[in-house]
């Protein structure tokens, strides 16, 4: 399939005009604001989405997952998580959002999940209907060709999870996707150079423009405009410089769990647990040499799942990576390290995610935002369990060896049965493990209690008039799986909400 450009006639664009009105301003072009934009648009609304990021074009995603960090990435991914466990938080800066530069997996909202918020906040119910939710979803599902990873495209890395789990029992399954036509390129966290992956600025967004919807890249929503506790517009910046306010009956923030409180909290909208109650998904992954050749950078980046133990909080992945990376993940020095490298097709990897219940909060900063945030216990021995089962997984799945990659533990582990000594032998300190996070969540709660949250359960702020929050700031908690899916159902919401309350 040729690679199909977006026109977004981003040239023409009247920046000379400085007086600009919409019926709605939508801050972020990630999977909340893309949904919101399209959704508005189709409702006939006239919508402009201001993006961040640069609008990229499919020839121009970089193969180096390296240069795709400096370039496609926020802050080159150096932003970090301050806590017991420092660790980065990753998110993308660029039209699409995270959603071009994603794995693509694909989960609804899981049932216990939903059962949890209605507990916590009845309130919640009538906004929130689970019959409607699944409309949607299979709404979702059709329009992104959400779909299991044919197995012909899957590739090794996926293929011998796969074989792993089996061999161990663990319930696992190919991971359903937001792709067509996916050649097994591994490129989906560079960006699909094909663009076969159905992101954001290739689905929602696209149809958002191509029905009227107005898109600025490159412009950073600076401050969201209060007059007598009603939002009216946003003022923005240009790339050079330029400062620009527009008008709108109704502001919808889509910046990201990260990104919206600060942006909230920045313009002085301060009012209940704003940048309060984040809480995220603390991915740690294992790499394994095998006696094949794996080559973990071809095939689906993310094809293959283990669902055995999200239950108990913990979801395994198959993560393909470029060279740079897997080079850079090898431990050693001198003649070791440089035989190692020689034979990065042998080497392959996964990860886990877990479900934590630790609790932290956003800063907002001048240049980037800060994340205070301590793994609980509990969190840890979560963690410390997945090394294990990640490790055992690809042992059994044929490894020659695999690297835990904890400091103070074995280098290299070749046998199952030291592996199984793991969670005795490691003890529970958060700095030995190496983590990073892709998935936050609950920094703009939807409650019904304006003490306990910040937007209402229909996504409107409860002091605020005309201000929505979309992204997964609302989210009343983790979900234990990954959350782009549940982030464009919810969006939906918020859009439905936003038109019904607009004259
Ligand atoms: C590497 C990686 C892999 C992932 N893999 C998966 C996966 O396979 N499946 C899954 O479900 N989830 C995955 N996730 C998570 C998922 O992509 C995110 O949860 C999701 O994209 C969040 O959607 P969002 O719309 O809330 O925010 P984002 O996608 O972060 O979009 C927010 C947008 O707002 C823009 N913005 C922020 N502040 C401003 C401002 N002041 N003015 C203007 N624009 C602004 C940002 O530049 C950004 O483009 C992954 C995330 C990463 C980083």
Known sequence: MPVVEIN????????????????????????????????????GQSVVVLEEGPLVKAENFPESSFQAMTQLYRDMSTSMILGNCPMPFVQAKMVGGASTINGAISWRLPLHVYHDWLDQDPGLEPHLQWNDLQN?????EFDLNIA???????????????????LLKLENRPIYRNVKECEGLGRCLQ??????????ENSYLRWAVEKGCTLFPNVKAQKIIVEYQKAVGVLFT???????TIKA??????????????????????????????????????????????????????GHEVIELCSQGIKFEALGYDRTIVAMRLKGVGKELMEDISQLKYWANWGAAIKAQA??????????????????????????????????????????????????WHKKVLQPLIM?????????????????????????????????????????????????????????????????TSIIALAHLCAKSVADATP
């Open 420 to 484: 199984a000594k793991f969670e005795k032998e490691v003890p529970l300190n958060p700095k030995l493990f190496t983590m990073a996070v892709t998935h936050m969540f609950g920094t703009c709660k939807m409650g019904s209690d304006p003490k306990t949250s910040v937007v209402r359960p229909d996504f409107r702020h409860h002091h605020i008039a005309g201000l929505y929050v979309a992204d997964s700031s609302v989210f009343p908690t983790n979900i234990g799986v990954n959350p782009q």
């Open 8 to 43: 977004y006639s981003i040239d023409f664009l009247p920046f000379e005009k400085k007086d600009f009105h919409f019926d709605a301003i939508v801050i972020g072009s990630g999977p909340a604001g893309a949904t919101v934009a399209h959704q508005l648009t189709l409702a």
């Open 359 to 408: 609790k932290g909060r956003v800063i907002p900063g001048r240049n980037r935002s800060q994340i205070i945030y301590s793994l609980t216990k509990d969190d840890l021995v979560k963690v410390r369990k997945a090394v294990r089962i990640l490790g055992e997984m690809m042992l059994a799945a044929g490894a020659t060896y695999v690297t835990p990659g904890v400091q103070g």
């Open 249 to 302: 009956k109704n502001i919808i923030v889509a910046a990201s769990a990260v990104q919206s409180p600060s942006l909230l909290i920045s313009s002085g909208i301060k009012q209940g647990p704003v940048g309060k109650n984040f809480q995220c998904h603390p991915g740690i992954s294992m790499a394994g040499r095998f006696p094949t050749p794996v080559h973990v950078w071809r095939g689906a980046t993310q």
């Open 238 to 244: 240009t790339l050079s410089g330029d400062q620009i």
């Open 136 to 140: 949607i979803f299979n709404k979702i």
């Open 148 to 166: 299991p990873t044919d197995e012909k495209i899957a590739g090794p890395n996926n293929l011998l999870l796969k074989a792993g789990a089996d």
């Open 191 to 200: 960006g699909c150079p094909k663009r076969h992956k159905l992101s954001m």
